[in-house]
């Protein structure tokens, strides 16, 4: 079974950094684009970053360029979000995601969220 | 980027109904576009993409359609297990960007 499990959530103040987890199985990690994607409480979707299978290309929305970094360990099939400088509007639920093919962008496995909450 | 104008934001339709829900791109798109389901407290699940392919296991009331800058979602007959939020996405080029969300409810 394809499964994405999300981690390192927590309730944090504004301008601290944390880092989010997302272990990959049931799929061959390393040949697989991926991504993070956010949804703001009782908002819609918001892509965060992305990732080519080789970790040679990654992508970031403007919102977080420059203080997020995605990463990843084929090593350890566990796919990273690095954030920095946190703010009251990145207080989210974090999706980590699968892309099934690269062009084409589309997220076909997602994991179950794990929650940031940025407040003082 | 590419904008993703959703509509309507919000559906009451009742069991059995025809449902169809519009996603308009800011430029031209080709078939670039997926749409996803998402219920209250869980991930997104995708249901559709390149615009009119129905991911493995998903119910075939469901199906896409469009090109271009226009798309539509039609759910043929709504069933209870269908109230849920649907997001289109254009998977055309970074950065990915979203649709508002339809919320279809139950009449």
């Known amino acids: 079974e394809v499964r994405l499990v999300e981690s390192g959530g927590d309730l944090i103040q504004p301008g601290e950094s944390l880092r989010l987890s997302c272990a990959a199985s049931?799929?061959?990690?390393?040949?697989?684009?991926m991504a993070w994607v956010r949804q703001a409480p009782g908002k819609g979707l918001e892509w965060v970053s992305a990732m080519s299978g080789t970790g040679g290309t990654t992508f970031y929305a403007d919102s977080v360029r420059g203080r997020f970094t995605i990463t990843r360990d084929i090593y350890k099939d566990t796919l990273y979000l690095q954030m920095n400088s946190l703010r009251a509007g990145d207080t989210a639920v974090y999706y980590c995601a699968k892309f099934e093919r690269w062009p084409d962008y589309y997220m076909d496995v997602w994991g179950q969220g794990t929650t940031v909450n940025v407040s003082s | 980027d590419i904008q993703m104008t959703q509509s309507p934001s919000f559906v009451s339709a009742s069991i059995g109904d025809r449902v169809t829900i519009t996603c308009r791109a800011s430029q031209g798109i080709n078939n670039w576009l997926a749409w996803y389901q998402q219920k209250p407290g869980k991930a997104p699940k995708l249901l559709i993409y390149?615009?009119?392919v129905l991911q493995s296991g998903v119910p075939l009331r469901f199906s896409g359609s469009g090109s271009g800058t226009d798309f539509t979602l039609t759910i043929s007959s709504l069933q209870a297990e269908d109230f849920a939020t649907y997001f289109c996405q254009q998977s055309d080029s970074f950065p990915l960007t979203f649709g508002g969300g339809t919320k279809v409810e139950i009449k």
């Open positions: 390149a615009a009119s």
């Open positions: 049931g799929f061959t990690f390393s040949g697989y684009a």
